[in-house]
Nanobody, 121 residues
Framework: QVQLVESGGGLVQAGGSMRLSCAAS????????MAWYRQVPGNQRVLVAT???????NYANSVKGRFTISRDNAKNTVWLQMSSLTPEDTAVYYC???????????????WGQGTQVTVSS
């Protein structure tokens, strides 16, 4: 069983910072790319940031220079450090991992439960 357990969301003032965490556990052989997505009610879930197993990162233009994604391969954990937050960053943030389960030859995509981030103005 693979689980992505997400934490760190909540309410933050505009201009503030917040750090999200996601830990993957279970029968995992290896994790390739981990990512953060976000979704506003009524809208499609969109990619925020990705990080490969070799720590190469990519960011959506809307968060470049403000958000930092990082990971610890030994702990199967990914973080999203968010700074200079604005109300437009308000969304449900989802952890995502492309990984191979123990005993499998093929990768699959797994999601965290989502955590609400609300930025007040």
């Amino acid at each position: 069983q693979v689980q992505l357990v997400e934490s760190g969301g909540g309410l933050v003032q505009a201009g503030g910072s917040m750090r999200l965490s996601c830990a993957a556990s279970g029968s995992i052989s290896r994790i390739n790319t981990m990512a953060w997505y976000r979704q506003v009610p009524g809208n499609q879930r969109v990619l925020v940031a990705t990080i490969t197993s070799l720590l190469t990162t990519n960011y959506a233009n809307s968060v470049k220079g403000r958000f930092t994604i990082s990971r610890d391969n030994a702990k199967n954990t990914v973080w999203l450090q968010m700074s200079s937050l604005t109300p437009e960053d308000t969304a449900v943030y989802y952890c995502n991992a492309n990984l191979i389960k123990t005993g499998s030859d093929y990768p699959g995509t797994y999601w965290g439960q989502g955590t609400q981030v609300t930025v007040s103005s």
